[in-house]
């Protein structure tokens, strides 16, 4: 069963939309269709913030007294498109204030001095906003950490982070929270609608709720575009002007929304956003949380998902690298029938992968960690925050010992950045596997990794910097395994240490 | 008969200001942290920037077809499918244009819309509007251009060898250089090449023109100079100045980057506007925005320095080559501006400072923030550096040694004397305050016994001079009305960017009449209200319209007095204007209740003002004279620690002092610090530009160009203001400018990573580290350390 809208809360108020081109942007639809100016638009590709808004959605777990709770999430306007707002609250910057009086968010920016020409203004309001609504006594990484995707270019950030780390435990019961079992309630009736369609201009948007409704989508119309986070798509559509015919969004199918885990593995759901799943990854693999952490920002990781960053097979996406490393498996549906193959073995070429038409990724499995195994991870990027990747090492070494030593039984040495697909570098590979780690297997490690790539020069890097980096990086990994050094782990990006 | 407004009287009035109010301040606030004035409409989404306005009926969207060769003729263009795209109402060329067709803000060269041929990869062809910003944006890909591909200069060092420049070189000549130099004990030669600056102001360009019932045309822009856009859309059209009204209420960032590149963007806006007689919005979307307008100059400056054992120096040539585009824009004074800084705090002694203005066939480079300061002090600083480890010393003290003296030494390469010098002090202080030689000697330590990560620290000097080097832009006019109802209107000729600007003159018009801060409106700038302003710029902006809106209050307040005196009999001295009352002799009014009475006795209660610096007078073909009224001075140290196996680096601690004199808001005085600062660091660090082999930009969005994010900021962050310094120049209330001066901070940033990069080498070797120092450039210095050892 389809109904032909979609339904959100915008705040308060129940809105349903239909007749509007699903390739409307979110930011679009405030600014150009509800007159709403507050939300602004600074770069139109997810990359300053100034457009963030918050969503709340249902959460999947149910708070300690077993009542259904809310997520509020920090996304970017500008690249999320407005079917993904069905079943949703739409909360902006103008829906703050509580009568006259500034919400604390705004409150505390205003106290420290923390606007000066204002234009980013709401979307640090928005960031925050979030952050306090799940931590009313933030540390001060955790306020980086909400914060890294909003820009400023005129205060140097020292008074928002100020403004930030206020504690907002005595600030009072907010507008959001007063209508807080209203807002559950009337989300909770979204849920029950039928599969929600937005037609427009020719073109359309379907949110399927299972795998089945999904893959039969894909089989009948084995063109449409597949849209989780949409936070690579949209910058085609804002950036490129394209227009995507179908779009098919998959963050409401049940089964690829999932994280499960067994004794062995973890199972992820595709379409599970990167901030649902950071924290299971982190326990097992604390690299890779970490590195995680480094991906695009916390509006990006709110909606961007695995299925997204390894279906898109760019070269330099952060997660392929790890999987590989990892060897990692995915779980591909094509009508009914699935199969399961190595991450590794999913890319062709650039931008080339196995996918089949009609075929979508369910799931990807990680194994977990057994002892003697490790995973180290590597994120070089010109800036720590929000950027991609130059290069991206992901190392997974494991080691037997023996009479005179570590004996490396098992090594994967996966890059991304470093060619046109992420690729292991196997010579590097063989110098290392089978014999003690070593300065001396390290060094022939690193030399035989310029016979494995060719990087190229853009506007990231040079060619050179990445196969120096890359081979530096063998050694990094090298000299942090070294038990001297386990105390003093030198960390992807330099700390004070 | 009929009545003014309702006011409160005196009595109703509490005394609450003069309570919290400082001994010798007063009500108006002037030196306490009031809040900027546009704080909680900007929190809450409430504060209108030009594309927040709500549409005019009928208004379209402009967008601009633009060149794809960097310098070719353009044998034909066929719009045709432009012409017919949905959406498109009218598309225009350089043919259709009434009026002038070059709109170069000082010297010619900036086509509205090209004129035959192209010079660079982004240059607008050709101009559509259309019913929506998309439509507009789709049809200009549909025109079909032919081009004669010319050669094209990329490069700075090939538009030397070819002598390509926009503006005559120039040369600052004091004494025989090459004669100190050859006979001092020691030289050194080398170069730096210095990278551009994206402003990445977050409001892109945008502009809205509308058209009005005589012809004549109204302007909501995003600009830090709107008396020019309002010159510039007057002689695009050809009408008269009168005719065209700019209403400029706040920009989302300018940073330098709308005193002249708002411009083109409203003129075309205009043109549109013009032709289909209806209101036409211009913004550029991001990408657009980064390739099609101009960024800080990047420069490749070299020199030859001689100096004595003790590392002071002797002689010096510097040659600084500004990378200005294809246009001169405001190059020639950009370039003079390095030439001016290229002492930053030092006494040169015998020099030859000399000033290339090379002309490449990418987009025009313009101001930004420092206007060439930055990169003219760089070498400088580079020196320092060199100086010291070629002697085996710390750079500090090789800073120290060459600073300017307060008695003698102290006469610029321009022959400005360097007055109330207080760059000694501040350096001592903040050596003191950041316990600089206890941790220059921690972190020689932290280096022997680390072998992968490694520390750097540095203190480096600003001295920037205030006051623009063209001279007739310094003046400034205002406008003050007081009202019936006791509320004061408030209009200046500068621009509010996001630098407090509106607060700050506003807190010195409360303060003449004794009045709350919030008795102040402070409305957008516009050219009918105070006409022929200069742009915001050269960190200007309250030293100018401060003392203008003072000029102007204190007319009014004048009247005022002159009015009780003849109304109530008492003297001057008598009439005091206090905690928003007027005391006449024995009796207290409010100051709405004595601005009606003063109303109903007919006295204007409207005036302007005026202001223009004094002492300032230069002599450019003798390169001689006093250019800036006064200098700001600051110092910053930085620490860094970097990463030898990768190159990457992060900034740990900040510790900076400035000098802004007697503030007149501290806590904007700090956030134009912190800001600077960090904007500063960022130019030398992350932010890279960079061109491909055929001109095109390749670092076109905030994907590819990294500004600092948030975890960028030093985590120990610590600024603090010279205390009681007060200005011995006349600027309003003694205070200083503060817009660009901490920008150059970061420089200590750079220095440290070079610090770090050096102990690789155990100091003996000063590394090459061209800017930005990406983390490959620092990789690559850390490699030739190494290899060097």
Redesign the interface.
Known sequence: MVANTIKFLMNNELVEIENIDPNTTVLQYLREEQ???????????G??G?CTVVLAELSNELDSENKAQLNYKSVNACITFLGNLHGKQLI???D??DGAK?HQA??T???N?G????????GF?MSSFALHKHNQTPN?DEV?EA??G????????????DAAITSSENAGEDSFAKHYQDTVATLNELKKLPTPILNGNGNTYIAPQNIDELATELTNEPKSTLVAGGTDLALSVT?N?AVVKKLVYVGNVAELTTIEETESEIVIGSALPYSEFIDTLHHYYPDLGDMIERIG?KQVRNTGTLGGNVGNASPIGDMPPALIALGATMTLHLNGTERTILVEDFFLDYKKTVLKTSEFIKSITIPKPVVGQTLKL?K?????????S?VLAAFFIEKTPTENGQKVTNVRLAFGGMAGIPKRGSAAEAALLGNNLTKESVAQAKAALATDFQPMT?????DK?RM??AQ??I??CY?ELQSAYTSNV?E?????? | MRTLIDVKKASSNTDKAVVEGQVGVGLGGVGTHKKHESADKQVAGEAIYVDDRPALRGELHAYVGQSTMAHANIISMDLSAVKAAEGVVKVITVEDVPGHTDIGPVFPGDPVLAIGKVEFVGQPLFAVAATSFDLARKAVKLAKVEYEELEAVLTVKDALAKKSFVRPPHSLKRGDSESAIAAAAHQLSGEINVGGQEHMYLEGQVSTAEPTEDGGMNIFTSSQHPSEVQKLVAEVLDIPLNKVLVDMRRMGGGFGGKETQAAPWACIAALLANETGRPVKFKLARLDDMVMTGKRHPFENNYTVGFDENGQIKGINIEVNGNCGYSPDLSDAIVDRAMFHSDNAYYLDQSTITGNRCKLNTVSHTAYRGFGGPQGMMTIELIMDEIARHLGKDPLEIRKLNLYGKEERNVTHYDQTVEHNNLSEIIESLEESSDYQARRKAITEYNANNSILKKGIALTPVKFGISFTVQHLNQAGALVHVYTDGTIHLSHGGSEMGQGLNTKVAQIVAQEFQVDVDTVACSAARTDKVPNSSPTAASSGTDLNGKAAEAAAKTIKQRLIDFACEKYDVEAGQVHFESNNVIVGEQTFSFAEFSQIAYMNRVSLSSTGFYKTPKIHYDRAAGKGRPFFYFATGACVSEVIIDTLTGEYKTVRTDILQDVGASINPAIDIGQIEGAFVQGMGWLTTEELVWNEQGRLLSNNPATYKIPAINDAPEDFRVALVPDAPNPERTIYNSKAVGEPPFMLGMAVWSALKDAVASVADYKVSPKLDTPATPERVLFAVEALKSNK
């Open positions: 007159f709403k100016s507050g939300t602004k638009e600074g770069c139109a590709s990359d300053c100034a902006t910057v103008e703050l204030k500034l705004q409150q920016i205003v106290d001095h606007t000066q020409c204002g234009f980013c203004t709401p309001v001060r980086l914060l890294a909003n820009l400023c270019r005129c205060t140097g950030y020292r008074s928002i982070i950036q002007l920002a590597y070089i990027s010109k800036r720590l925050d929000d950027d991609i130059a853009d506007v990231r890097a040079s910097y120096t980096v530096n990086l050694e990094k000299i030198i992807t990006r330099v700390v004070n240490n």
